[in-house]
């Protein structure tokens, strides 16, 4: 009974994890269908205005030439818009077709009924394949997650193609360019202004600085007009960094006054690219980090014991250490990995049935403490503390009693 407890699949703490597969999905549909309605909506008020428009002066007796050529502009737009509907719609069908594939992905999870069943194994390696081509995509290796996703047929269970357009705009603000973040601000303004973002604002406002960081005086007028026109219309919002910018006229570049040398600092850059990661994530219902770390943060955790990160290393890590473990936490390779994640919490204790303490505060079982000292060849009444290699009398031992 204990052995079908400890194998039996809980699908639902599994998915956990896997949420984001889902969410952008349905963020990108209902991007989708925004844009569709925006295109319908806007292009109809303007048909229609045309159409009246054409109507009365084809009503009150003018020339046919200037009827005809409003309809075929119209008639043009109306093309336009079609060719824009059935872009969108072939999008629409590949966000069906990948939540399809997911939802498919899930479900077959659920249908696993153990975790020794060799379906969990095969599940299990393609959410693996899954969780490095996330790793790839966020550390800008988008051509080798294309090809791993490629390679394992999960293309349709892996964002590529958002993530890519992602790292393109990061790395174009990382190069000093504003123009494509700016774009994608313009395209995802609605949704910007309801959560209140000040991406924009902070691209308006380093426009405004590299205009002032040139110091001509037609770059400085320049820079006047630009925030009369971009910053000034957020002065509700943004009241301090206006004025500071405005200061920002008396201070030249090498000015060591703060804040006016944060501001001219390049690093503003390396500032806007980590805002605009942050902002598309969070637009995307997408997890800051990778969920290849959130993944190895549980599994790091379930193993990590306070010995793990004691100033007394296991040999894996420390030569002089007569001690050996096979603790994966306790690795050169894991060890600082694992510092900041939090305990395992184990409602089951095992420990020695003679317990004692010795003077440096280390607990050991008595019988195997005293063949371990017999072993390394220490005198009648002394023993070896196995971690720190320090030596005791044995009468300065205390048993423990464990309440």
Known sequence: MAELTTTKLNAESHLLLDQPLLRLPHELARKNFKTAQRDVEHDRETVLSSLKTTANAS??????????????????????LKRKIESLHEEEKAIHRHSRQRIQHLQDLYEIPSLADVKYDEWSRVRLNRLLVDYLLRSGYGESARALAREKGIEDLVDLDVFVQCHKVEQSLRNRKTQECLAWCSEHKPVLKKISNNLEFELRLQQYIELVRSGQP???LEATIHARKCLAPNMDTHFTEIHRAAGLLAFSPDTQAEPYKTMYSQSRWDYLASLFVKTHHELFSLPARPLLHIALSAGLSALKTPSCHSQYASSSSNASS???????????????????????????????????VLPNGRIYGRDRLLQMSAKVGLADGQVKDPTTQDIFDESKIRKVYIS
């Open 59 to 80: 009503l009150s007796g003018q020339a046919a030439t200037p009827t005809l050529a409003s309809l075929d502009s119209m008639i043009s737009r109306m093309q336009g």
């Open 322 to 356: 007569s001690t050996t473990s096979v603790c994966p936490i306790c690795s050169t390779e894991l060890n600082d990995l694992a510092r900041n994640v939090p305990y395992a919490h184990h409602t089951k204790s095992y420990v020695e049935s003679d317990p004692i």
């Open 218 to 220: 037609h770059k400085l």
